[in-house]
């Protein structure tokens, strides 16, 4: 399986398969705007689900307990104050979190003894804690000017190293999707919003954005002097590239997943809620469609917004008439044999031998 897999990326990077991605992107471009639009129905309708450090509250925490059964905390806060509505999760297999709105010094002291006779330990193994709104709101003040900061760089950055905004604007396009479908997803799982989940969604920004940046470096490779010859367009050059680093695209997505996903599992399903738990989600979410916009949105929509430019457009009409030309003139196998002579892969087809190295001559 693994040298099939091997031998699959050596022919994607040779050419001797090849797929048309960046034809098809209007197909993609209608699965990523249906993504978006799910994901912002979903924080409409669910909505997201601020944790204690964004609504503000008391905090208990039972350890060492026995039988970690929710309804007893539920039952023991609702004995205190009959309007509060715990909030209960568990933290490993001997310990609960409850946490409730804002509560009276006494009522804490009543809450903290109630939980204690309820899972039948001492009031020292139930600590309690009051966490403002404001704590919350400073941390997403400031996770918001540094998005708005890295999305400023980023701009500048990319504008200069590419010397095109049109890449930088792909990016951002594709950043923007990453981002939504990432908080989308978060709001459909339900888990609360803790400032590690914003470390999170700010750490998938990197992440989506290195992975958009090898290909556009390989896109940029293969276009160099695209002008100046007339065997291939730009969209073909540019669809070459996203080709040649599908599997390296692949390879890191899952290598970097794999961790997540163990952190995540772990965070999930053994420890319970935490920090742990919240940025695996994210990252896990963001890694994953991350990978999906920079191989099939990234580059498409550079193309698109490059083939608005005069200089693009014509010289694509003009190979374009150049290989109908060839067609009229021999046929299919006439373009195959240009196809060829230009190194230029033609997606969807296959090379054949004419995609094998060919051998030196012999010396007699």
Sequence with gaps: MASGFAQWGNDLYTGRRSY????????WFLIGAVLVLISAVLLVR???NPGIEFRGGSEFRINEIVDPAEQPAIDAVTAVSEEEEARVSRI??????????TLTSEEVEEVRTALAEAYDVSTDQVTSSFIGPTWGADVSDKALRGLLVFLGLVTVVMTLYFRNWRMAAAALIALFHDLVVTVGVYAAVGWEVT??????FLTILGYSLYDTVVVFDKVRENTVGVLDQSKAT?????NLAVNQTLVRSINTSVVALLPVSAILFVGAFILGA??????????????????????????????????GEPKIKEHTERVLRSRTAAVAEGGEPALAAAARASGQIRPGAHQGTAAQPRRKPSKR
């Design 274 to 307: 935490g920090t742990l738990r919240d940025i695996a989600l994210a990252l896990f979410v963001g890694m994953a469609i991350g990978t999906f916009s920079s191989i099939f949105l990234a580059t498409p929509f550079e193309v698109a917004l490059r083939q």
């Design 20 to 27: 048309d991605i960046v034809g098809k992107r209007r197909l």
């Design 195 to 200: 400032p590690a989940t914003v470390i999170g």
């Design 46 to 48: 669910p909505g997201l």
């Design 234 to 238: 730009y969209a073909e050059r540019a």
């Design 92 to 101: 490993g297999s001997n310990a609960l979190r409850v946490q409730t709105a």
